[in-house]
């Protein structure tokens, strides 16, 4: 038997074979990802046509200065994240760390934001079930019921998004320590690019939710 | 060319116990338990979901015992929802999904591309403990007073009316549904990255395209099924009104979004089957597979166009005309693949020298009553006629001759083909070949008269019926009971078969594939040299004439 590489499992060829294997691992794991929206975005929109003026009136009652607040800070992650790939790749310990420990900090600034505009949502009483005032909506002359619906999808959608953020989280703290001891070299940085994909992919999903969520009424203002 | 003709040669006197193989080369609770060989992670599984079988089968015989007599006197109306429910929770989502995939799946696909392990060893573990949990978790909820919502949990009825454990079963089964999407997610890696050096995709045996298929659906609609039963939990716990017309929801986006899985789950439970009767022809016929490349394509088309005819559960439902009419025409369609497989495989036989061992009675079984069930599912594609036979037992039937008659067939023609390379040893050909009969004529006779039923228009789902259904009833549970008594004998002669003295050696069927050239049972690595391929997967002594497809 030849000398394996640090990191090689038995079954693989090469270092190079195992990260090409774990990369396509991840992209048809995002396949799934894109599955569990998409039913969440099937049934936003065969409500969104059935009562556009619920979901209009739904929408301008959430906060978009921190939803695009948010829209900033995790562009700017993904780019802190696609950094950390690069400096993985070309060895460069110690940018990995503090890019790594950017994205960590964005990340959960999103999430900080996010706790902050559902405690708001809570305290304007937009949540069904919990707290939500029908007869406010009936003199706005609009139909409670698709309010409701409108916002159960809001908060589905953004808590099973903000759910894959703060698993994003715990797996960047892992690598980020990993990093801290030297554990990724040019030869063996896959890890970085693979959760980087999961990052970019989270990323992307808020990219549509923002529109959907935030943008579907034409406003007046930000508030 | 006739010493090819008889396959079966035990080779009594074989004897390699002190040959490391994945058994002997390591011992303890420990050594399985965290073990992350793809083989022993088979016979976990094996393990796992063969009682899953027993508890679903259970269910099963207590429902048919209840049916014996038309004013049910074993049990009440709702304990016999709660056992028509848990009968088709557990056989659906913990046997028929994952039996095929994780048990022979896990097993053979490595062995048959020549890799050395599935590409995610440690996922495959993880995934077996995910289904553990959820098993656990349906066994309490069945033991804790179970739930009545059939296995469709169709809303209102899951969401507002039902006071049983709606919630606990649904988390079961997303639980149950990860381990499925992480199995598929690995198939399809271990497909594309591991495949032997030389082994093209054309060169793939035929089981592992339909694995790879089932992968696919696994992987696509799984996740919406989840995000269903998050909605429904949501709905069930905060009383809002996703799926209720009361407060503007719609039911029919519940049936939408569950039969987006549920109906292309149909053919995650087939597809592997189909795989498993690909493989095993051709081996007892002698002869190459006629048209692979079809074959191929065909488990494809299936995973392809099965995810667009879920519709067909509906037509009764309010969907609009036009809908019902595309998603018949699409289930015409989804029909000819299929077709495509059984007339393949009818000319696989077309002059071969075939033999009929007991992994060939069990496939040849599973083509008869798959047929028979394909069918019949052509009838209830047709608008009209399926609304004539909607919620009958003709409809029970139809899917019972695919599932039971199709799946379970073909998983146990699966397991007595693989049995010797799985554990080194051979069962008794005499009790398997009565155990393959026994199961076909018990089938038979419990199923053919609820079409009958079904047509004469006794409706599924009720413990009482009227008495002039009474004889087609009673005929149905003693076939039942035969049935019973089928799957019962392998569980006998298999589990004797370890401790008998009959080794198997390598190839005891000659057959072609690269599983078969590795000893029996495999050793950890499973190949002492990596194989290196150079023909197809069905270089038997006939070839297909005018088939040039494996070349």
């Known amino acids: 038997m030849p000398v394996r590489d640090r990191g090689l499992w038995h079954h693989f060829d090469s270092l190079d074979h195992q990260a090409d294997s774990n990369l396509l691992g991840m992209w048809v794991f995002l396949a799934t990802e894109l599955l569990v929206f998409g039913a969440l975005f099937t049934g936003y929109s065969a409500y969104r046509w059935r009562y556009p003026a619920g979901f209009e009136a739904g929408s301008r009652h959430l906060n978009l200065l921190i939803g695009g607040v948010n829209t900033v800070v995790l562009l700017t992650s993904s780019l802190t994240m696609a950094l950390a790939v690069r400096a993985a790749s070309q060895g460069r310990q110690a940018l990995l760390v503090r890019l790594l420990l950017a994205t960590l900090f964005l990340g959960s600034a999103f999430l900080g934001l996010k706790a902050v505009e559902y405690r708001q949502d809570y305290l304007e009483r937009l949540v069904p079930g919990l707290a939500f005032d029908r007869g406010a909506w009936q003199e706005l002359h609009v139909n409670p019921n698709h309010v409701q619906l409108f916002l159960i999808f809001y908060y589905v959608m953004t808590g099973i998004h903000a759910l894959h953020l703060t698993i994003g989280i715990g797996v960047l703290g892992i690598l980020t320590l990993k990093a801290s001891r030297g554990h990724f070299t040019p030869q063996y940085s896959a890890p970085v690019e693979m959760w980087g994909l999961y990052w970019h992919f989270v990323d992307i999903i808020w990219l549509f939710l923002l529109p959907l969520l935030y943008l579907v009424s034409t406003r007046t203002s930000f508030y | ?551």
Request: net charge positive; with cysteine; hydrophobic share 50%.
């Open chain 2, 1 to 551: 060319m006739t010493t090819l003709t008889t396959p079966y040669r035990p080779q009594a006197k074989v004897t390699e116990t002190t040959a490391e193989n994945y058994l002997n080369v390591a011992y303890g609770v420990k050594s399985w338990l965290l073990t992350t060989d793809h083989k022993r992670i088979g016979l976990l599984y094996l393990m796992s979901v063969t009682v899953m079988f027993f508890v679903g089968g259970v269910a099963a015989t207590l429902i048919r015992l209840n049916l014996l007599t038309p004013h049910g006197q074993l049990v009440t109306a709702d304990t016999y929802n709660k056992l028509f429910s848990a009968h088709g929770i557990v056989m659906v989502f913990f046997f028929l999904v994952p039996v095929v995939p994780t048990v022979l799946g896990n097993f053979m696909l490595p062995l048959m591309i020549g890799a050395r392990d599935l590409a995610f060893p440690r996922l495959n573990l993880a995934s077996w403990y995910i289904y553990l949990v959820g098993a656990f978790l349906m066994l309490l909820v069945l033991f804790s007073g179970g739930v009545d919502t059939g296995w469709t949990f169709y809303t209102p009825f899951s969401s507002k009316a039902s006071h049983t454990n709606v919630l606990p079963a649904v988390t079961a089964i997303v639980i149950a549904g990860f381990s499925s999407i992480f199995t598929g997610l690995n198939f399809v890696v271990t497909v594309h990255r591991l495949r032997a050096p030389g082994l093209t995709w054309f060169r793939l045996p035929l089981f592992v395209w339909s694995l790879y298929s089932t992968s696919i659906i696994m992987l696509l609609a799984t996740p919406v099924l989840a995000m269903l039963f998050v909605l429904l939990a949501i709905e069930r716990l905060w009383g809002v009104g996703i799926f209720d017309p009361a407060l503007d929801g719609d039911p029919l986006l519940f049936q939408h979004l569950f039969w987006f899985y549920s109906h292309p789950a149909v053919y995650i439970m087939i597809l592997p089957g189909m795989g498993i009767v690909s493989e095993i022809l051709p081996c007892f016929s002698r002869k190459n597979i006629f048209g692979y490349q079809f074959i191929a394509f065909s488990s494809i088309s299936i995973a392809v166009i099965g995810f667009l005819v879920w519709g067909h559960h509906m037509f009764v439902a309010g969907e609009s005309v036009y809908a019902a009419l595309v998603f018949s025409l699409l289930s015409y369609l989804v029909a000819v693949p299929s077709a495509i497989k059984v007339f393949n495989w009818t000319a696989t036989l077309y002059k071969g020298s075939v033999s009929f061992q007991t992994p060939m009675l069990f496939a040849l079984g599973f083509i008869g009553l798959f047929t028979i069930g394909g069918l019949t599912g052509l009838m209830l594609a047709a608008l009209g006629l399926n609304i004539h036979v909607h919620d009958t037992y003709f409809i029970v039937a139809h899917f019972h001759f695919i599932m039971v008659g199709g799946m379970v067939m073909g998983y146990m023609a699966g397991l007595h083909y693989w049995w010797p390379k799985m554990t080194g040893k051979m069962y008794s050909e005499w009790w398997a070949r009565l155990s393959a009969l026994i199961i076909f004529v018990g089938f038979i006779l419990t199923f053919m008269p609820q079409f009958i039923l079904g047509y004469l228009g006794m409706p599924r789902r009720y413990h009482v019926y009227p008495a002039e259904f009474q004889v087609l009833n009673v005929l149905s549970t003693a076939g039942a009971s035969i049935l019973g008594v089928g799957y019962l004998l392998p569980f006998a002669y298999l589990i004797a078969s370890l401790f008998g003295r009959t080794r198997s050696g390598p190839n005891p069927w000659a057959a072609t594939g690269l599983e078969w050239q590795t000893p029996s049972p495999p050793p950890p690595q499973n190949f002492l040299v990596t194989p290196h391929v150079t023909c197809g997967p069905y270089e038997y002594a006939l070839s297909s004439e005018g088939d040039h497809a494996s070349s």
